[in-house]
């Protein structure tokens, strides 16, 4: 007898007079194996098989022949190569970053490829650090990476919001740590506020998404 599932055929051989050879006496009812138990062990094993196969949720469907899968540790969430994990912890852009690094991870840079974020800071209470700062010269904005901030997202924040604007208001030295969330206009990602970097926010941490075992 054969079953044949997606990916998986399993076929257990049946013995025609098995059941009166089983019932010649009672050791060996006990002592044999009947095909009904066959069968059950043969769909035990298939079951297990098919888990393990879709154990992993990335479909190698999606990817090339000899490409590696990547995923995220458990509590990050995966996009493009990239793994990210909102902390809801409030805390200085400082601590922030702190407590990404013992991540193995840093405060995220947002280009292009994080539109997709966009749609997760959409209550009023969602406003996260980010990986920007201009604390060693007022100005000049840099990712925690080491890269400048592309010009073309400095100048539409610029015009549309009127930031960065340094202000004082909260602490004497200014603002020189950025977040990014809903407020007014903010509906984009390229549009952001320089804060005090003391203030208390949530943050998003981003790493290198880790390789998986490759596709055959």
């Not at 902390?87 to 995220?108: A, E």
């Not at 604390?135 to 997202?153: I, N």
């Not at 930031?163 to 909260?170: A, C, Q, T, V």
């Not at 602490?171 to 969330?181: F, I, L, W, Y």
């Amino acid at each position: 007898t054969c079953f044949h599932f997606t990916n998986i055929s399993f076929c257990i051989p049946v013995c025609s007079n098995c059941s009166a050879n089983i019932q010649q006496s009672g050791s060996s009812r006990r002592s044999k194996v009947t095909p009904e138990r066959l069968v059950l062990l043969g769909l035990i094993v298939l079951l297990a098989a098919a888990l393990i196969m879709n154990s992993d949720p990335v479909l190698c469907s999606d990817l090339f022949e000899g490409e590696t899968r990547l995923k995220c540790e458990a509590g990050w969430e995966k996009h493009g190569g990239s793994c990210y994990y909102f902390s809801t912890t409030k805390s200085s852009w400082i601590n922030s970053r702190r407590f990404c690094v013992d991540l193995g991870s840093d405060l995220v840079k947002i280009d292009s490829r994080e539109d997709r974020l966009r749609g997760l800071m959409v209550e009023d209470d969602d406003k996260f650090w980010i990986g920007l700062t201009d604390s060693v010269e007022e100005g000049r904005w840099f990712w925690v990476d080491g890269s400048p901030l592309d010009e073309r997202l400095e100048t539409t924040n610029e015009n549309i919001l009127k930031e960065p604007d340094d202000w004082k208001g909260e602490n004497p030295a200014g603002e020189d740590c950025v977040r990014m969330g809903e407020r007014g206009g903010s509906h984009d990602l390229t549009c952001w506020f320089d804060k005090a970097c003391n203030v208390s926010l949530k943050s998003i941490c981003e790493k290198p998404a880790a390789p998986g075992r490759p596709c055959v």
